[in-house]
């Protein structure tokens, strides 16, 4: 009932009782009259009341009468919280509210019970007989994941979905040119474990790190005078193959300060702590290192070995091979390092780390924990991980050697579900959240499929990221060659990791597919729709390349697809067409041909992209 219309004004005037027969009429109108006016008073001192008290905070946006406090108002939608300086405006606003759904129906063909599964949680080479997480991991939205600006890690955070930061700003208004505006060369090589060959440069993944550090920080650290004057300074760094680590300046490709010599082949991509702290991870990718064969953090102030970790491990399914290729997720909410290995097993390291900005000194403290699997169907050696871990809330997604995609719960080390693919991946799953569920994009190689030199099919899927269904499934032809030796194999499909569409392109899902026309010969990207796996567009190009494509956006939301060859071209393409706007071949000093294996990193309007003759580029997008 609505009691303001039904409201009748009180008459204060004397009526004489009547023994008309309306009278009775009348003694109801009376009454409720008054009772009226009694629930009215009442209701009034109620709202007064509550409001004096502050029980009934009246809001802006908000107008609050006794009709509003009756019935039920509309609340003020919560506001979205600015976009920090040090935030990437591309991820901007924040839009996964991670939604772990611990009672999702598993079916038997994902449960991994129905492999037989045999799972250990392990220190060294103990096996623990329980394991409580003392601070759960919750890893949100990949908008909070850095606290400071940059491109920190492989494909720029948990869900593994840009590798630029901030928009392209071109001076005209349209992106349509590509520039060549410095080279970084060395001279260095390093001796392969077999002794056979040097490495030099920078392979899959090797993308460079693109960090812009705090005054405060860089106050502490050992930059050139030079550079640091610099108020805008944007530090790129550069493990290589070579053993060395290179500070370079984004401006003109200049030594920031001098390189940290690890002595250890860098095969896969770095990390830098997200938190903003001067802590650098490196894996190693060939046992050929001074220390052993595992996984090194060094501190950014004076680049010294703060701690490394062999992961030659009694308890590996894999024990003769410990490769960290793949690029760590660090949780700095619980000071957690979680790092996958060639050797089988999932490490989490505890670090203990006590910093304080602006002191200069920093350490750390792990403790090692370590979560291996093996299925009844499954060859202990098959089990190593190469690709990098996403991370949502605290499922943990990867690929193994045997084809197999795994969420794994990081609260409990818990496996919670594993889908088979066609065939072996190195991808990182990408994560997207849509309508509220975790989302999982992931390709394959073509490698397992036959022998010799052969075409086959280089798969593409989404899968559901609670449950492990598939959503859809799509492939490309390609081709690859299975040698007597991994040295001899020429691997064609889906080597670069896939392009999460924002901005124009928000429908989109953009996967390469390597080696479409022969064996060293062609490449196609391809845009999905994401919804339904149905083909967009594609762009064939001459050349084939294992390097990722990346895009990169202007404020408005126009997209831009930058893929480099392994022919020393870059690409441009319009990421809502898939026409060529624009493509460079890149100029080198160091005397060899070049070649991109490496994936790019974009800041604003530069790229920065590693080759096999070890030289690194800057690239100005305008």
């Keep these: 009932m609505d009691l303001k219309n039904q409201y ?19 003694a109801l109108v009376v009454t409720l009259t008054i009772i009226s006016v009694i629930l009215t008073s009442v209701l009034a001192a109620i709202f007064y009341s509550k409001n004096k008290e502050g029980g009934n905070t009246v809001t802006e946006g908000e107008v609050t009468t006794l009709d509003n406090y009756i019935s039920v108002s509309t609340p003020t939608p919560t506001p979205v919280p600015p976009l920090a300086d040090y935030q990437n405006p591309i991820l901007y606003p924040a839009t996964a509210s991670i939604n772990i759904d611990p009672e999702a129906v598993i079916g038997d063909s994902v449960n991994p019970s129905m492999r037989g599964i045999t799972q250990n949680i392990i220190s060294g080479s103990q096996i623990l007989t329980e394991f409580t997480r003392e601070n759960p991991i919750n890893i949100g939205d990949p908008l909070y994941y850095t606290q400071i600006p940059g491109v920190l890690t492989f494909r720029g955070n948990n869900f593994r979905s840009t590798s630029s930061f901030g928009y392209v700003t071109p001076s005209d208004g349209v992106v349509d040119s590509l520039t060549q505006i410095w080279e970084f060369t060395d001279d260095h090589t390093l001796l392969s474990s077999d002794m056979s060959f040097e490495w030099d440069g920078y392979q899959l993944t090797g993308q460079p790190l693109i960090v812009r550090w705090p005054m405060e920080t860089r106050s502490i650290m050992n930059i050139y005078p030079s550079a640091n004057a610099k108020t ?7 493990p290589s193959l070579d053993g060395y680590i290179y500070f370079l300046d984004l401006d003109d490709g200049s030594m920031t300060r001098d390189p940290i010599y690890a002595g250890v082949t860098i095969k ?13 991870y490196i894996g190693q990718g060939d046992d050929n290192g001074e220390y052993g064969f595992g996984m090194y953090i060094f501190s950014l102030i004076d680049g010294s070995l703060l701690y490394s970790y062999e992961g030659l491990d009694d308890g590996a399914y894999r024990m003769n091979w410990s490769a960290f290729d793949s690029s760590p997720i660090i949780d700095g909410a619980t000071d ?9 097993i999932i490490y989490n390291f505890q670090l203990n780390t006590s910093y304080v900005p602006g002191t200069g000194t920093i350490s750390i403290n792990p403790q090692c924990t370590g979560y291996k699997y093996i299925f009844n169907d499954t060859q202990g050696r098959f089990l190593g991980v190469e690709s990098s871990a996403s991370v949502y809330g605290n499922y943990c997604y990867f690929m193994d050697n045997n084809c197999n995609l795994v969420c794994l719960d990081l609260n409990t080390f818990q496996m919670v579900w594993v889908f088979r693919t066609g065939d072996d991946s190195d991808l990182s799953p990408v994560v997207q959240e849509e309508n509220g569920v975790p989302y999982i994009y992931i390709g394959t190689e073509v490698d397992n499929q036959s022998s010799g030199e052969y075409n086959g099919a280089a798969y593409t899927y989404k899968i559901n990221g609670l449950t492990g269904e598939e959503v859809w499934q799509t492939s490309q032809s390609c081709y690859t060659y299975n040698g007597e030796t991994s040295a001899t194999d020429q691997t064609g499909g889906c080597l670069g990791n896939p392009i999460i569409g924002m901005g124009n392109i928000s429908n989109l899902v953009i996967f390469s597919y390597s080696m479409t026309t022969g064996l060293t010969g062609g490449n196609r990207l391809v845009a999905y729709n994401r919804d339904t796996g149905t083909e967009v567009w594609h762009y064939d190009m001459n050349i084939y390349t294992y390097s990722s494509p ?49 994936s790019p990193a974009v800041f604003g309007n530069t790229i920065v992209i590693g080759s096999t003759n070890g030289a690194v580029y800057g690239i100005r997008l305008d």
Aim: glycine share 10%.
């Design 8 to 26: 009748i004004e009180p008459d204060n005037s004397y009526h004489e009782v009547s023994h008309d027969p309306s009278s009775g009429t009348m």
């Design 232 to 238: 805008d300074l944007t530090e790129v760094i550069c």
């Design 268 to 280: 896969g991509t770095a990390a830098i702590d997200p938190r903003g702290y001067p802590l650098l």
């Design 336 to 344: 957690t390092l979680i790092w996958p290995c060639e050797n089988g």
């Design 550 to 598: 990346v895009a990169c956006y202007t404020a408005d939301g126009n997209a831009y697809i930058i893929i480099a060859d392994s022919f020393g071209q870059i690409h441009l393409v319009n990421g809502q067409t898939g026409e060529r706007i624009a493509y460079i071949q890149v100029n080198s000093d160091a005397g060899l041909g070049v070649s991109f294996e490496a």
